[in-house]
């Protein structure tokens, strides 16, 4: 069976050295990142099956972290376990209502939170249904294994032409600007063009052949999937 993997993102480098060594030894593959930025960056690039979210970083904190990662249809599904040293009933309230998925308070005990960590993947796994599966006529997305068939043949996709055709597959109708694109598919990048996104369109359109008309151009917006 393939490890797990579990992305840390904490800013005391203490607590997220004891978090990985402690999950490796259970089995998992462990990814740190020491803040907010860098976690959403990493989260979009390796696809981790749970996420340990400190709350209190500074600059971008937990909260938005997770608000960014439950908005990308690229991240939406990933389980977020929400650590912090606030215990208040209103911190856990916010913290549920931008998306986690579970809430441990510091100081805690290792074992209790590894298994809180299992009970949520085993719910993950429960809980796999349409959302990571999205079918288009002869076209099917496949975003927990990164798969692409059309009429039972997969298609040879690059990582970032999965991320922007599940984007708009996920969401058929709604129309997503150059800018929007590009956040969702490799994370904001000061000198990227918009014109990169319309290269990775006219590849996807060439992959997806007799089918490529499922991908929209909306005049001076962006792109959008068509509604089958």
Known sequence: MARQTVLVIEDEEAISDTLAYNLEKEGFDVVVANDGATGIEKARGILPDLVILDLMMPGMDGYQVCRTLRSDAATEHIKVLMLTARSEESDEIIGFNMGADDYVTKPFKMKPLVHRVRALLRRSG?????????????LTLDNLQRRVTLDDRELDLTP???????TLASQPGRVFSRHELLDTSRGRDANALDRTIDVHIRSLRKKLDAQADLIETVRGVGYRFKRV
């Open 160 to 166: 970032t032409e999965f991320l922007m055709l599940w």
């Open 126 to 138: 429960a809980q796999r249904d349409r959302k990571d599966v999205v079918a288009a006529g002869p």
